[in-house]
């Protein structure tokens, strides 16, 4: 009786595993938005945890205030990753997570991100040929061809409701790109 529900309870943990392994590395707007809220890097990176995605790199830049961090998913067959950007502020010493980047190779996918700007009716970006924002967000879509064969399509989101931090950011980026 009792070996049977040992096995019951691993088939359990399998098919519970299998069904969150199914389901993860798909991200959706609003939970790439979400991501923007997370009161820290460590909560940040339980939700990628936990949404599939493991650590790959980061990548420190700027001085050493603007600093990349880019996941992949766990299960290598499925095709996506995510990049989020943080920068620490000299003045503040507070961290912003200020950009993230979700690269999916499903044309599929990449089409309902475009849908939902429009849905949401997000505004053309005058200049920029993928580009759109409303007051919270700007969002840029691109096509990138990483080889003859395989086409990658990238989501950008700035947050742009950080206000006078984000302009602290590109001033500072701005400066660190003028004095190097």
């Known amino acids: 009786m009792e070996r049977l529900k040992m096995k019951k309870a691993a088939i359990f943990i399998i098919l519970l595993f299998a069904i969150t392994s199914a389901n993860a ?47 992949r998913p766990i299960d290598r067959s499925k095709y996506a990753f995510f990049d989020f950007k943080t920068y620490k502020s000299d003045k503040t010493k507070r961290v912003y997570n200020y950009r993230v980047k979700y690269v999916v190779f499903n044309i599929d ?44 399509y990238a989501i950008t989101i700035t947050n742009k409701q950080l206000g006078a931090a984000l302009a602290e950011i590109e001033f500072d980026k701005l400066l660190r790109k003028a004095t190097n």
């Open 25 to 71: 590395q798909k991200l959706t707007f609003a939970e790439l938005t979400s991501t923007f809220t997370q009161p820290s890097i460590e909560k940040l990176e339980a939700f990628l945890e936990n949404k599939g995605f493991d650590y790959f790199r980061r990548d420190v830049t700027s001085g050493g205030n603007d600093t990349s961090r880019t996941y």
């Open 109 to 152: 996918d990449f089409k309902s991100f475009g849908e939902l700007l429009l849905t949401e009716k997000y505004k053309k970006v005058e200049g920029k040929a993928l580009s759109f924002e409303n007051d919270k967000y700007l969002v840029d879509l691109e096509v990138v061809k990483p080889s003859a064969l395989a086409r990658a």
